[in-house]
C-alpha cells in the first residue's frame, strides 16, 4: 500500500541519513497523496459556481472512481474539501466538491432540484476537466443538506450511482424550517428557507415537501443503490432525528428489497464524516479503500 511504502521510505531516509550526537533531528515533510484543483461548472440557472477536484496525486489517464460530496448548509466546497484529508489519493478514487446553488441562494440549496440535475452532471463536468471516470463506480457523500441532497440524487437518479452514504441528514424540510427557531441564528435560518423556498411551509407545501427525502422513500427504497445512513439522537442541529433519518430508514425497510446499512450512533452532528472516524469507513464498504486503512472505532456494534 503507497501510505506503507511511504512510511518505510521515509524511515529508511532517516537512518540513512541520521545526524550526529545532539543535533537536532530533522524529517521531510510528507509527500500528499492527493492533489487538488479549482474548476468552474455553469449551474443550473446560467452562474459559473466554483468546486474542488480531488486526485490521487500519481493520476495517469486511468479510469478511477468518482465521489459526488455536496456540501452541508451555509459552508462552500473548499470546507467540504477538508473532510476528506488525503483518502482520495489513498484510495484511488476522486471526489469532486461543488459550490451548489439553489433557486436564489448559494450556500443554502436546500435541496433545489435544479440543483440536484448539476449533481447528476457532476461526471460528465469531471471528465471535461481530464479525468477520466469509471462510469460503473460513480457514489454521492454528504452530510447535513449534503446528506439530504445525497438522499434526493439517489431518489431522482437512481442509475447513476453506485452507492451512496448520508451522514446526518435532513430528511423533513418543513420540519427543519419550525425546528430552525430552536438554533442559534433560527430566525436568520426561517428567513434565509423562506427567501430559497418562496415561503413558508403552510404557504408553499409542495416545496418543502420535494426537496425532502422523506417524500421519496419509496423511490429510495426501489432505487437498487445501496445506501448508508448515519444519524445520532445527540444531534444537536437536527434535534430529533428519530422522527427524521430514523423514520427513514425505518420507512426504506418498510418499502421494498433495499440494500440499507442503517447506523444510529452518538455523535454530534456530521461529526462522523471526518478522515479518522467514520467516514473511511464508509469508503471502505464500497471498496473505495482497503479495510485495513479504516480507523477502529470505539462502538458496541463493530459493524459501524
Excluded at 279 to 300: E, K, V
Aim: hydrophobic fraction near 40%; glycine fraction near 10%; aromatic fraction near 8%.
Amino acid at each position: 500500500m503507497r501510505v506503507l511504502l511511504r512510511c518505510a521510505l521515509l524511515a529508511a531516509i532517516t537512518l540513512t541519513f541520521a545526524p550526529a550526537a545532539g543535533a537536532r533531528l530533522q524529517f521531510p515533510a510528507p509527500i500528499p497523496l492527493t492533489r487538488t484543483v479549482l474548476i468552474h461548472y455553469r449551474a443550473h440557472d446560467g452562474v459559473l459556481r466554483p468546486a474542488v477536484l480531488m486526485v490521487p496525486s500519481d493520476y495517469h489517464g486511468q479510469p478511477i472512481p468518482l465521489v459526488i460530496s455536496p456540501h452541508g448548509r451555509g459552508v462552500d466546497e473548499r470546507e467540504n474539501e477538508l473532510l476528506w484529508g488525503d483518502l482520495p489519493g489513498e484510495g484511488g478514487f476522486a471526489v469532486i466538491n461543488p459550490a451548489g446553488e439553489g433557486r436564489v441562494l448559494h450556500w443554502y440549496s436546500w435541496g433545489d432540484p435544479g440543483e440536484i440535475s448539476d449533481l447528476a452532471r457532476m461526471p460528465q463536468i469531471v471528465e471535461r476537466h481530464g479525468i477520466r471516470i469509471d462510469r460503473h463506480r460513480i457514489y454521492a457523500f454528504g452530510g447535513s443538506m449534503g446528506g439530504q441532497e445525497t438522499l434526493l440524487l439517489v431518489a431522482k437518479h437512481p442509475h447513476l450511482l453506485a452507492g451512496a452514504a448520508a451522514f446526518d441528514p435532513a430528511t423533513d424540510m418543513a420540519r427543519r424550517y419550525r425546528d430552525f427557531a430552536r438554533l442559534p441564528g433560527g430566525s436568520q435560518l426561517q428567513r434565509l428557507a423562506r427567501e430559497e423556498m418562496g415561503g413558508t411551509p403552510a404557504q408553499v407545501p409542495w416545496v418543502y415537501a420535494l426537496r425532502s427525502p422523506d417524500h421519496y422513500a419509496d423511490a429510495i427504497a426501489r432505487s437498487g443503490v445501496p445506501l448508508q445512513l448515519y444519524w445520532s439522537p445527540r444531534d444537536q442541529v437536527i434535534r430529533d432525528q428519530f422522527k427524521e433519518a430514523g423514520a427513514l430508514a425505518e420507512d426504506i425497510r418498510d418499502d421494498g428489497d433495499h440494500r440499507l446499512w442503517d447506523f444510529e450512533g452518538d455523535w454530534l452532528h456530521t461529526a462522523e464524516m471526518e478522515p479518522t472516524r467514520r467516514l473511511p469507513r464508509a469508503l471502505a464498504r464500497f471498496g473505495l479503500l482497503p479495510w485495513r486503512d479504516a480507523p477502529r472505532i470505539s462502538s458496541t456494534n463493530p459493524m459501524i
